[in-house]
C-alpha cells in the first residue's frame, strides 16, 4: 500500500492452507488468504486492485504458484 502512496494504519493476514497426498506426498493445493487493512486515503476499488497485485508479486505466493490462491481483502476503518 505504501508503495501505492497510501500507507496503512494496520494490515492483518491470515493463510490458511490445505495440503492434499498427490503423487505419494503432501502438496499444498490451495490457499486462502484474508486480509483487513486499515488505509487511509484509498477506497475500496484501488484497495483490491492493490492486494491482488501484492498477491501476485509476493515472494511467498510466486513460490507456491503451483496452489491456488484465493484473496478475501477487506478494507476496514
Given at each position: 500500500?505504501?508503495?501505492?502512496?497510501?500507507?496503512?494504519?494496520?494490515?492483518?493476514?491470515?493463510?490458511?492452507?490445505?495440503?492434499?497426498?498427490?503423487?505419494?506426498?503432501?502438496?499444498?493445493?490451495?490457499?486462502?488468504l484474508k486480509t483487513?487493512?486499515?488505509?487511509?486515503?484509498?477506497?475500496?476499488?484501488k484497495f483490491r486492485?492493490?492486494?491482488?497485485?501484492?498477491?501476485?508479486?509476493?515472494?511467498?505466493?510466486?513460490?507456491?504458484?503451483?496452489?491456488?490462491?484465493?484473496?478475501?481483502?477487506?478494507?476496514?476503518?
Amino acid at each position: 500500500m505504501e508503495k501505492a502512496g497510501h500507507p496503512a494504519k494496520r494490515i492483518s493476514t491470515t493463510a490458511t492452507v490445505k495440503l492434499e497426498m498427490v503423487g505419494g506426498g503432501p502438496k499444498s493445493t490451495t490457499i486462502d488468504l484474508k486480509t483487513e487493512a486499515d488505509v487511509p486515503g484509498i477506497d475500496e476499488a484501488k484497495f483490491r486492485e492493490q492486494a491482488e497485485l501484492t498477491k501476485k508479486t509476493c515472494p511467498v505466493s510466486v513460490a507456491l504458484a503451483g496452489a491456488q490462491i484465493n484473496l478475501d481483502a477487506k478494507l476496514i476503518r
